[in-house]
């Protein structure tokens, strides 16, 4: 009888040293790393838009909040397209709409060129208009609808924004929530709406201007900018506001 074979499977030849990793990171890692340089990008992005040049903004949008300086008054050329607002987007906006711009430019060179006016006003605007809002104590005493002499350089801007431009304007008195009691004023409503009438009187007299282009409104405490709730915000909604808007625009007042 032939010898029977050995069928057992040889065994493998032990390691005598643990075998060297592959090279290169794990396939996780490229995936986690990808990911971080996602969020990396887009925090990135958030950055820039909230550092973005809001001066530049408000003046292609006509709002904003507070007033930025300008370093000179563009001629009428410049208006279509005041500094940082691309010709492309100023050839968007309305004929409207660019004298309103312009306006805006003229009106914070007129405050900010007078150290007396311009940490007492303060100019925005918005789609139909622009708004001149300057702190009712730096042209009336408290409880008084008399025009302090100083008031007259105040009043003195808007006259030379309505003899040189094509704007009407709506001037509007606003008191804060302290109630007043007078024999002169019975209340708030009249307190807010002589002073407004004494300030377009004024604008009247210094400017000669045509009556029909003036409206003057007293809202009392009704259209408070902050609570009333400390003395500084009261003193902040205390104020006299010069909105021009051009003498077709509606629902201005």
């Given at each position: 009888m032939a010898k029977q074979l050995d069928e057992t499977p040889p065994v493998p030849p032990r390691r005598t040293q643990e075998e060297a990793p592959e090279e290169g990171a794990p396939g996780w890692m490229t995936?986690?790393?990808d990911m971080m340089s996602l969020l990396l990008c887009f925090f990135i992005l958030l950055l820039s838009f909230s550092s973005m040049d809001v001066a530049k903004y408000e003046k292609v949008l006509g709002s904003l909040k507070y007033a930025f300086g300008v370093q000179r008054t563009p001629s009428d050329s410049e208006f279509a397209s005041p500094p940082g607002v691309s010709?492309?987007?100023s050839e968007n906006l309305s004929a409207d709409q660019k004298d309103i711009l312009g306006l805006v430019l003229v009106l914070r060179k007129l405050v900010h060129q007078d150290v007396d006016v311009k940490d007492l006003a303060v100019v925005s605007s918005d789609r139909n208009g622009a708004l001149l809002r300057v702190q009712a104590g730096a042209m009336f005493d408290p409880g008084s609808a008399a025009l302090k002499?100083?008031?007259?350089?105040?009043?003195?801007?808007?006259?030379?924004?309505?003899?040189e431009r094509n704007f009407s304007v709506v001037i509007r008195g606003h008191t804060d929530s302290h109630i007043v009691h007078s024999a002169q004023f019975p209340s708030n409503w009249e307190l807010s709406?002589?002073?407004a009438a004494a300030s377009a009187r004024l604008v009247i007299e210094r400017g000669a201007i045509d009556t029909n282009r003036i409206k003057a409104i007293g809202y009392a405490d009704s259209r408070p900018l902050v609570p009333n709730s400390t003395e500084e915000n009261r003193a902040f909604n205390?104020?006299?506001e010069f909105y021009f808007h051009k003498p077709n625009a509606e629902g201005v007042w």
């Open positions: 995936t986690f790393a010709q492309e987007l002499p100083e008031a007259v350089k105040i009043i003195d801007k808007a006259v030379t924004i309505l003899k709406a002589a002073r205390r104020r006299v």
